[in-house]
Nanobody, 133 residues
Framework: DVQLQASGGGLVQAGGSLRLSCAAS????????IVWFRQAPGKERKGIIGIIGRDGSEYYTDSAKGRFTISINDAKNTVWLQVNGLKPEDTAVYYCAAETTIRRDPEITIGTMFRAPHAIGLWGQGTQVTVSS
């Protein structure tokens, strides 16, 4: 299985931007669906945005439209989350997660990841994003 390493968080002023990275080791993301989640203090972990490694298809939740962008590099070993116009309510620990798409419908796989994060087996360690007002 692929291992995930999330990085790029930090302290940012409101209105600023960050680019978070999710790096793969042990495999590439070619046969995976990848979703970025975030968990604010005292709240449940929620999916924000996802991408299919094989073809780069992107999946946005309503909360991600407009300020969040997901992308994958040509080597299929890094997925980025670009966040612009950061707001204090974006403060959270951000996690990347992955599920294999081998012998699975990728669209169904990624949809299940959003609906049932508790069932995901592959997680990065999380990176803290703090937005000051």
């Amino acid at each position: 299985d692929v291992q995930l390493q999330a990085s790029g968080g930090g302290l940012v002023q409101a209105g600023g931007s960050l680019r978070l990275s999710c790096a793969a080791s042990g495999d590439t993301f070619d046969d995976y669906a990848i979703v970025w989640f975030r968990q604010a203090p005292g709240k449940e972990r929620k999916g924000i945005i996802g991408i299919i490694g094989r073809d780069g298809s992107e999946y946005y939740t309503d909360s991600a439209k407009g300020r969040f962008t997901i992308s994958i590099n040509d080597a299929k070993n890094t997925v980025w989350l670009q966040v612009n116009g950061l707001k204090p309510e974006d403060t959270a620990v951000y996690y990347c997660a992955a599920e294999t798409t081998i012998r699975r419908d990728p669209e169904i796989t990624i949809g299940t990841m959003f609906r049932a994060p508790h069932a995901i087996g592959l997680w990065g360690q999380g990176t803290q994003v703090t937005v000051s007002s």
